[in-house]
């Protein structure tokens, strides 16, 4: 099954963020086509993180979850709203987990 060519432009993105040279990042929107997207890596439980890539355009969010550190990562590419986010669903999760545990 392959991806609405959208989706795969922004999985080819996302695979420059974590693992390619930077200085090739696209940032240009493949839903709006601006030169308008924005990324946070976020911390799961390392080993997991997490990525946010967002179009300050067009609203739309993708998020890509991390088995792995990525080679990219830094501190200073971590958005706080973007963490915060990763936190609250993480913790949801969680969470959710518990309760299903203790129904069974």
Request: proline residues 6%; negative net charge.
């Amino acid at each position: 099954m392959s991806l609405p060519p959208e989706k795969q432009k922004l999985l080819d993105i996302a695979i420059v963020i974590t693992d390619g040279d930077m200085n090739n990042v696209n940032s240009t929107c493949p839903y709006c086509g601006k030169h308008s997207l924005i990324f946070s890596f976020t911390i799961i439980e390392p080993p997991r993180y997490g990525l946010f890539i967002a179009c300050t355009e067009c609203k739309r969010v993708e998020h890509f979850s991390l088995t792995e550190k990525p080679k990219n990562f830094r501190e200073d590419f971590v958005l706080e709203e973007f963490q915060k986010l990763e936190n609250e669903a993480h913790n949801f999760a969680i969470d959710i987990e518990m309760k299903n545990k203790k129904k069974s």
